[in-house]
C-alpha cells in the first residue's frame, strides 16, 4: 500500500503542470490523494474516488515499469501532455460532466459581474457526441439509402452509443393524429419533404431543442412551436410593404418544410447487441434468431396545424405544433447526461446557404471548446486534413482547386475573428510560403498543418459557471467505479484476451459459488440471452456498453477477492 501512496504522490507532481489551472479537476484529486493517504482503506470508499486520477496513476505505472522514471518525465512533461490527454480524457469527461456546474455555481454571489457571459450573444445547447454528430448529418445531407430497406438512414455512433437515424413516414404512437385522414395526410407530406436535410434543417433542430431547454419543466413536457421561432432565431430579414414587415412567404414555407423533415427522423437503436432467440434450444430444428432493435421517434409531435396549398392541395409543412424530444433525445437533453455549451447566436444567424461553413465551424468549435476546457487543452492545434480535420468538419467540396479550398477556410476563419466569434486564430507553424504551389504542395505540406482557434475570452472564463443543468429527481448516482488494488496493474490488452478473462470470471464464479447465469445477467444489468451466447462463444460482436459493463462487473469481482 506504501507504494500506492507513492504513485498517487508522483502522479500528482507530475500532472500539477498541467491541470492545476483547472480547479474543479485538482482540487478532487488532491482530496482523493489525502484520504487514501490518512486511511489505506478509503482506496475504494473515498467519497472522492476518481476514475480519471486513477488512469493516470496506471498511465505513469506503465512508463516506469518500461524504464522511464518520474524525473525524465517531469522534465519532458510538455512531450507527454498529449500522450496524457488521450489516456484520461475519456474518464475525466464522463467524471466530471454533471458535477462541474453545480460545483462552479457555488457562492455564485461572490462572483464578478465582469466575468458574466452576455447571454444576447449566445444559447445555451447541448453539447453531447450524439447531438453533435445527429446535427452534423442533417447539416450535410449524410442519409444514405440502405441496399435492404430502400429507407435513407445515417449512422450515429459514438463512445457512448450506437444507433442509426432512419426517414421515415412511419405513424406510431408517438404521432398524435386523430383519424385516418390525418394520417393520410401526414404521409404524403412527410413522403415530400424529408430530403430537405440541410445546414437550415440542422437550424431548426437547434431552434426546437434550446428552447425546450429553457422551457420544459419535466422530460414530458411539449412545448409550443412554430416556424416563426426559427426565423426570428434565424434572423431571417423581413420584407416592407407600404411601411409594413413581413417575412416572405418562400421563407416561412422553407422552414415549416424543415420542421416536418425532422419529424420524419427515427432512431433504431441495439445497444447490448442483443440476439433474441424464438425457438427452445432443445428444439431439434434450426436455431430461430433475431437482432432486438428499438425504434424511437426523434421528436413526438401534438396538435399539429399543417400548411396546404389553396390550389394545387400540396402540403408545404408545419406551421405550428406541440412539440417535444422522443425519450432517445430526451436522454440527452434533460438528466444526468445533459451536457451543454454556449452556442454563438451567429451560427444560427449566418445564412444557410451563403455561409454554411461558417456555421458547420461554429458548431464543431464550440462542441470542441467545452471538451478541451475540461483538459486544459484549449491551445491544442486542430488538424487541417484528414478525416476529422477542418476541411472534412466544414466539408468544403474536394475537387475545388488547392487555392480555393485555402482562401475559403482562411476567410471563414477571418470573419469568425471579426464577428468575435472566435478571439483568435493563427497556423500552429509559421506558414512556408515558398512550400505553396510547388508540386502536390497541397497534399503533402498545407493538409499536414496545425491551426490554434481560441474563443473568446470572456466566454471561456464564464462557460462552467453560467450553464446549470437540469436534473431529474432520482436516488444520487453512484461514483464511478474505481478499479484500484494494492498495487495498480493495467496492461494493454487486445478485445480476444478481455473477453477470454471475463469469460474465465463468470465460469468462475457460476461454477464455484453456485451462482445461476439469470442472476450474473441481473447484477451486470445486460440480458442473461446475452450473456449466455457470449460464454459459448455466439456473439460475433459486443457493443462498446455491453464489454464495459462485463468488464466492470469482472474488476468488482477481482477486487472482492482480494479484500
Given amino acids: 500500500m506504501d507504494n500506492l501512496i507513492q504513485m498517487f504522490r508522483d502522479a500528482l507532481l507530475i500532472s500539477e503542470p498541467i491541470y492545476k489551472t483547472n480547479e474543479l479537476v485538482w482540487e478532487k484529486w488532491n482530496a482523493y490523494f489525502k484520504d487514501v493517504e490518512n486511511n489505506n482503506n478509503k482506496v475504494l470508499t473515498s467519497p472522492h474516488a476518481s476514475s480519471s486520477f486513477t488512469a493516470l496513476v496506471s498511465w505513469l505505472e506503465k512508463k516506469q515499469e518500461s524504464g522511464i522514471t518520474l524525473v525524465q518525465i517531469y522534465a519532458k512533461i510538455d512531450s507527454y501532455k498529449e500522450e496524457i490527454y488521450k489516456e484520461i480524457e475519456g474518464f475525466i ?15 455564485d454571489q461572490n462572483i464578478d459581474k465582469t466575468n458574466v457571459v452576455n447571454h444576447e450573444d449566445y444559447y445555451e445547447v447541448n453539447n453531447s457526441a450524439v447531438y453533435y454528430k445527429l446535427r452534423d448529418g442533417i447539416a450535410k445531407n449524410q442519409f444514405e439509402e440502405d441496399e ?3 429507407v435513407l438512414q445515417y449512422p450515429i455512433d459514438t463512445k457512448s452509443s450506437n444507433g442509426v437515424a432512419q426517414l421515415s413516414s412511419h405513424k406510431d404512437e408517438d404521432l398524435r393524429l386523430t383519424n385516418i385522414e390525418e394520417a393520410a395526410r401526414w ?29 420544459a419543466k419535466s422530460p414530458d413536457e411539449f412545448i409550443d412551436f412554430s416556424y416563426e421561432q426559427v426565423l426570428e432565431m434565424c434572423n431571417i430579414p423581413k420584407t416592407v410593404v407600404k411601411n409594413r414587415e413581413y417575412y416572405r412567404a418562400e421563407d416561412k414555407i422553407k422552414i415549416a418544410k424543415r420542421i416536418a423533415a425532422l419529424a420524419s427522423i427515427f432512431i433504431y437503436l441495439n445497444d447490448d447487441n442483443e440476439v433474441v432467440v424464438l425457438n427452445d434450444r432443445e428444439d431439434d430444428g434450426e436455431r430461430l434468431e433475431l437482432k432486438r432493435e428499438v425504434v424511437k421517434r426523434l421528436f413526438v409531435l401534438d396538435s399539429v396545424v399543417l400548411w396546404r396549398h389553396s390550389v394545387t392541395n400540396e402540403y408545404m409543412g408545419i406551421e405550428s405544433c406541440r412539440i417535444k424530444p422522443g425519450s432517445f433525445l430526451t436522454n440527452y437533453l434533460y438528466g444526468s447526461n445533459n451536457t451543454t455549451a454556449l452556442l454563438s447566436k451567429k451560427a444560427l444567424e449566418y445564412n444557410s446557404y451563403r455561409h454554411k461553413y461558417h456555421k458547420r465551424l461554429i458548431r464543431y468549435l ?20 484528414g478525416d476529422k480535420g477542418l476541411l472534412a468538419v466544414m466539408d468544403i467540396p474536394k475537387d475545388w482547386k488547392p487555392n480555393r479550398i485555402r482562401e475559403q477556410l482562411e476567410n471563414v476563419l477571418m470573419d469568425l475573428e471579426n464577428e468575435k466569434v472566435i478571439s483568435h486564430w493563427e497556423y500552429s507553424d509559421p506558414l512556408d510560403e515558398q512550400q505553396i504551389g510547388k508540386r502536390n504542395w497541397f497534399k503533402n505540406y498545407y493538409t499536414n498543418l496545425g491551426i490554434t ?36 496493474k493495467k496492461t494493454v490488452e487486445s478485445v480476444e484476451q478481455i473477453e477470454k478473462k471475463i469469460r474465465d470470471q463468470i465460469l468462475k464464479v457460476h461454477n464455484e459459488k453456485k451462482v445461476s447465469i439469470r442472476e450474473i445477467a441481473d447484477e451486470i444489468s445486460i440480458s442473461p440471452s446475452t450473456l449466455s451466447r457470449f460464454c459459448n462463444y455466439k456473439t460475433k460482436r459486443l457493443s462498446k456498453k455491453a464489454l464495459e459493463k462485463l468488464t466492470k462487473w469482472c474488476e468488482r469481482q477481482e477486487i472482492l477477492e482480494k479484500m
Fill in 93 to 107: 469527461e464522463k467524471e466530471f460532466q454533471d458535477v462541474a456546474p453545480s460545483k462552479i455555481l457555488e457562492n
Fill in 187 to 215: 404521409n404524403t407530406l412527410v413522403d415530400d419533404v424529408m430530403s430537405n436535410m440541410d445546414d437550415l434543417t440542422a437550424d431548426c433542430l437547434d431552434a426546437i431543442t434550446i428552447q425546450w431547454i429553457n422551457e
Fill in 453 to 488: 482557434i481560441l474563443p473568446p475570452e470572456e466566454m471561456l472564463q464564464s462557460m462552467d459557471r453560467v450553464i446549470g443543468k437540469k436534473s431529474i429527481e432520482e436516488p444520487q448516482e453512484q461514483l464511478p467505479e474505481v478499479t484500484v488494488v494494492k498495487e495498480i
Fill in 366 to 385: 464550440t462542441w470542441q471548446w467545452r471538451i478541451r476546457q475540461m483538459y486544459s487543452s484549449l491551445k491544442k492545434p486542430y488538424s487541417i486534413g
Fill in 148 to 150: 435492404l430497406s430502400k
